[in-house]
């Protein structure tokens, strides 16, 4: 292979693709705390911590289980940011992931039925969210919504709740008063019918 | 019942347990396949990345003011990152990692239940560098002192160029590039520094990446163009 034909390829991968979360500041953040930067941690714990936290809380309902875990997620993020790949989700999609599991896992130790009180009354504003921390509205985002809006009314409805809740089937079964055996049906097909719409 | 089509048994669990409705024994059950099977753990992984953006929906809320001085004292010091060197893949987020980070934290309490400890001074000089192709960024590294390691952000799309690969080079005082490996696209990379080379990383020294064939060049030096430079800085 000739060096010009390398330069020829490479035109084309860096000329008609944008890098990949080229302008996000987080990518950085996250390379620095693989190599041991505490300053970096707090840079991202100052532009992260409101979003994750408000996940941590959306699950628990419990500040101060919330506080535990969120604490946790930064300690996991401290060991593990060199696992981020960009190519596989945005900085902010991956950090929530990781919150979101770690909250679940701490629910889950309250037992099968535990789930979240309304949470309106523990949440305080945030004051001042920073642009790098909101979750990008990207073609992802918009994709993932309109997919849910196709499936039927209740599918979507039982699917949101499960994921913003991180609620077992025996707790949605419960809620819903209906059996566990068809709750888990509506969102096995309503899943397979957005892995269909996401990837046509 | 009707005869709608389901999702194969393997991906629904996947998908359950993405959307986190496994109850604990399941949740476990599932952790454990992912660490065994990495088949299941990429199926994992991609529900993972179809419903992340639904978190864009959750409401921000300020995390309490003393939280972050907790996370601080949390914090272990760098040396016992051996733990943290296996397994790559972010869909470990919680799969073959969960035993991982049960180690990490099981540290992190450890090192908060003892009394209160000097950190001591980092050993060496965080660097860091961004390098540039065409007026972007196309790399983001990192130089960790402490563990002699590069870590190294790929922000290039994967499957853009299958024909070539991208290599990593540091080109210190002596302008001599001395090649540090192969870089895939989209990817992070932890790179030890040889013994011979860990005193040239300093800052002022280069790191550019060359696009080269497959297996990465053949000569003493890039064979292929330079797609992206930069010069390591003191963080």
């Given at each position: 292979?000739?060096?010009?034909?390398g330069?020829?390829?490479?035109?084309?991968?860096?000329?008609?693709?944008?890098?990949?979360?080229?302008d996000?500041p987080?990518?950085?953040?996250?390379?620095?705390?693989?190599?041991?930067?505490?300053?970096?941690l707090?840079?991202?714990?100052?532009?992260?911590?409101a979003?994750?936290?408000?996940?941590c809380?959306r699950?628990?309902?419990?500040?101060?289980e919330?506080?535990d875990?969120?604490?946790?997620v930064?300690?996991?993020?401290?060991?593990?940011?060199?696992?981020?790949?960009?190519?596989r989700a945005?900085?902010m999609?991956?950090?929530?992931?990781?919150a979101?599991?770690?909250?679940?896992?701490?629910?889950?130790?309250?037992?099968?039925?535990?789930?979240a009180?309304?949470?309106e009354?523990?949440i305080?504003?945030?004051?001042?969210?920073?642009?790098?921390?909101?979750?990008?509205?990207?073609?992802?985002?918009a994709a993932?919504?309109?997919?849910?809006?196709?499936?039927?009314?209740?599918?979507?409805?039982?699917?949101?709740t499960?994921?913003?809740?991180?609620?077992t089937y025996?707790?949605?079964?419960?809620?819903?008063?209906?059996?566990?055996?068809t709750?888990?049906?509506?969102?096995?097909?309503?899943?397979?019918?957005l892995?269909?719409?996401?990837?046509? | 019942?009707?005869g709608?089509?389901?999702?194969p048994?393997?991906?629904?669990?996947?998908?359950?347990?993405?959307?986190?409705v496994?109850?604990?024994?399941?949740?476990?059950?599932?952790?454990?396949?992912?660490?065994a099977?990495?088949?299941?753990?990429?199926?994992?992984?991609?529900w993972?990345?179809?419903?992340a953006?639904?978190?864009?929906?959750?409401?921000?809320a300020?995390?309490?003011?003393?939280?972050?001085?907790?996370?601080?004292?949390?914090?272990?010091?760098?040396d016992?990152?051996?733990?943290?060197?296996?397994?790559?893949?972010?869909?470990?987020?919680?799969?073959a990692?969960m035993?991982?980070?049960?180690?990490?934290?099981?540290?992190a309490?450890?090192?908060?239940?003892?009394p209160?400890?000097?950190?001591r001074?980092?050993?060496?000089?965080?660097?860091?560098?961004?390098?540039?192709?065409?007026?972007?960024?196309?790399?983001?590294?990192?130089y960790?002192?402490?563990?002699?390691a590069?870590?190294?952000?790929?922000?290039?799309r994967p499957g853009?160029?299958?024909?070539?690969?991208?290599?990593?080079?540091?080109?210190p005082a002596d302008?001599?590039?001395?090649?540090l490996?192969?870089?895939?696209?989209?990817?992070?990379?932890?790179?030890?520094?040889?013994?011979?080379?860990?005193?040239?990383?300093?800052?002022?020294a280069?790191?550019?990446?060359?696009i080269?064939p497959?297996?990465?060049?053949?000569?003493d030096g890039?064979?292929?163009?330079?797609?992206a430079?930069?010069?390591?800085?003191?963080?």
């Amino acid at each position: 292979m000739s060096p010009d034909a390398g330069r020829g390829s490479f035109a084309v991968d860096v000329g008609t693709e944008r890098p990949l979360a080229a302008d996000d500041p987080l990518v950085e953040m996250l390379t620095r705390i693989a190599a041991g930067d505490r300053g970096a941690l707090k840079r991202l714990y100052d532009a992260t911590s409101a979003k994750l936290f408000g996940v941590c809380l959306r699950i628990l309902s419990r500040r101060d289980e919330a506080e535990d875990v969120l604490q946790e997620v930064y300690l996991t993020i401290w060991r593990r940011a060199d696992r981020y790949e960009t190519a596989r989700a945005s900085p902010m999609a991956w950090l929530a992931t990781i919150a979101r599991n770690r909250a679940i896992d701490r629910l889950r130790a309250r037992g099968p039925l535990a789930y979240a009180a309304p949470v309106e009354d523990v949440i305080a504003p945030d004051p001042a969210p920073l642009a790098s921390a909101l979750m990008e509205q990207s073609q992802d985002t918009a994709a993932l919504h309109r997919c849910l809006d196709e499936l039927d009314a209740r599918t979507a409805d039982v699917i949101r709740t499960a994921f913003f809740e991180g609620v077992t089937y025996e707790a949605l079964a419960d809620r819903l008063n209906t059996p566990l055996g068809t709750v888990k049906s509506w969102i096995r097909r309503g899943l397979l019918k957005l892995r269909g719409c996401l990837e046509p | 019942m009707s005869g709608d089509p389901e999702l194969p048994e393997t991906e629904a669990v996947a998908a359950e347990h993405a959307l986190g409705v496994l109850d604990m024994q399941a949740r476990a059950a599932a952790e454990a396949r992912m660490a065994a099977d990495p088949a299941f753990a990429a199926l994992v992984a991609a529900w993972r990345v179809r419903l992340a953006p639904l978190a864009g929906e959750i409401a921000p809320a300020s995390a309490p003011a003393g939280l972050w001085g907790r996370i601080e004292r949390g914090l272990p010091a760098n040396d016992n990152a051996m733990l943290t060197r296996r397994l790559r893949f972010w869909q470990g987020v919680s799969g073959a990692a969960m035993a991982l980070a049960a180690a990490c934290l099981a540290i992190a309490v450890l090192a908060v239940n003892q009394p209160p400890t000097v950190i001591r001074p980092q050993p060496g000089v965080l660097l860091n560098a961004s390098l540039q192709g065409d007026g972007a960024p196309m790399f983001v590294a990192a130089y960790d002192p402490d563990r002699k390691a590069l870590i190294i952000t790929s922000l290039a799309r994967p499957g853009a160029d299958p024909v070539h690969v991208h290599e990593l080079w540091l080109i210190p005082a002596d302008g001599k590039p001395r090649s540090l490996g192969l870089v895939e696209p989209g990817a992070s990379h932890r790179m030890p520094m040889a013994e011979s080379l860990a005193p040239m990383v300093e800052a002022g020294a280069a790191l550019a990446v060359s696009i080269e064939p497959p297996g990465g060049s053949t000569k003493d030096g890039p064979s292929g163009p330079v797609a992206a430079k930069g010069i390591l800085t003191k963080i």
